[in-house]
């Protein structure tokens, strides 16, 4: 009996150490209704970066003008969300909500010299689409 707990207890210690080397600034434990213990990592919020943008409503799609020139290009990610566009960068990311829903299948983009514009149709999609931009 006691060599079960004592495994047990390390099961437990080693979820809880590997989630500390994850980068994780806590954890949070909790029991289950069957006493399962669930072990999340908590991270650290992603800093907020300076993304320069506009959104204009056309009446059936949204245009979003992106300025990502001082962000590196190879590690940005741009991904189309049904309530707006999240922009994701090494130092943080940065999330542009839009006032309806749009449907992110229908997202294209054309981009020049670091600017990107995006054209989304307005609708209840689900899901999401991330935009890859040549390198």
Known sequence: MDD?????????FNRMMN????????????IG?????HIDPIKPPRRKIYVPFEV???GEEYLVTLDIRHLPR????IRVLPDGVLVTAPKGERFIYFRELVDPSTAS??????????????????????????Q
Do not use: M, Q, W
Request: aromatic share 10%; proline share 3%; no cysteine.
């Open 19 to 30: 989630a500390f080397s994850s980068g994780a600034l806590g954890v949070k434990i909790s």
């Open 74 to 77: 190879r590690a940005t990610s």
């Open 56 to 58: 204009v409503d056309a």
């Open 33 to 37: 209704p069957n006493g399962d213990v």
């Open 109 to 134: 983009y054309e981009e020049r010299d670091g600017i990107v514009e995006l054209h989304v149709r307005k609708g209840s999609g689900e899901g999401e689409k991330v935009i890859r931009l040549p």
């Open 4 to 12: 079960d707990f004592e495994r047990y207890f390390y099961t437990i």
